[in-house]
């Protein structure tokens, strides 16, 4: 992650996960960032500091993904997350 006023680096993160990462977006308010990766987890940092932030390791419904995940979209109000994966499976955070 850059400040893009300096164009300095501030963290980096997506060396946390143990396969490539395949998808990064912000939160609508830019507080967080959430990055989904080949080895089908997801992760959620603080987009002020790159400290990592608990997310749950089950979406609403009780379900993971079981293949890498490949998409990442928030609802525009920024209430819930959806991720996609490899499969077509598509959950909500």
């Known amino acids: 992650v850059w400040d893009t006023h300096t164009q300095l680096r501030l963290f980096h993160i997506i060396t946390e996960h143990a396969e490539t990462c395949t998808c ?8 967080l960032i959430i990055s989904g990766s080949h080895d089908m987890t997801l992760k959620m940092w603080s987009a002020q500091n790159g400290e990592e932030k608990l997310l749950p390791r089950r979406s609403k419904d009780g379900q ?9 979209a928030y609802d525009p109000l920024g209430r819930y997350f959806i991720s ?3 499969d077509g499976m598509i959950y909500s955070w």
């Not at 990064?24 to 507080?31: A, H, K, M, T, V």
């Not at 993971?64 to 990442?72: N, R, V």
């Open 24 to 31: 990064l977006i912000y939160s609508p308010d830019g507080e």
């Open 64 to 72: 993971k993904h079981e293949a890498p995940i490949s998409s990442l």
């Open 84 to 86: 996609g994966d490899a």
